[in-house]
């Protein structure tokens, strides 16, 4: 497949062995490494989780948020909340 991608196309290589194409992206997707933000969201989750747990035993989203900030982490609070479940 990767060999006539360039030349035909993804989508027209699919249709004629009868694959979908989001099934070829799926497989690209999963070979390739993992990205830079998140190699960096499983370093900030383990530090979310030591917050939580931590001295102050932060509950919240904010707390938690506030007790990386004080600890000198920088990161955002939306981003601590969309790893924070």
């Known amino acids: 497949m990767d060999a006539v991608r360039d030349r035909f196309g993804v989508g027209p290589v699919c249709r004629e062995i009868g694959v979908p194409v989001s099934s070829y992206y799926h497989r690209t ?12 969201d ?19 989203q904010r707390r938690t948020w506030r007790e990386l900030t004080d600890r000198g982490v920088d990161v955002g609070r939306d981003r601590v909340a969309r790893l924070y479940a």
């Open 42 to 60: 499983v370093v900030l989750t383990a530090q979310i989780i030591t917050a939580r747990t931590g001295h102050r035993r932060s509950d919240g």
């Open 29 to 40: 997707m999963r070979e390739r490494e993992p990205s830079a933000r998140a190699r960096e």
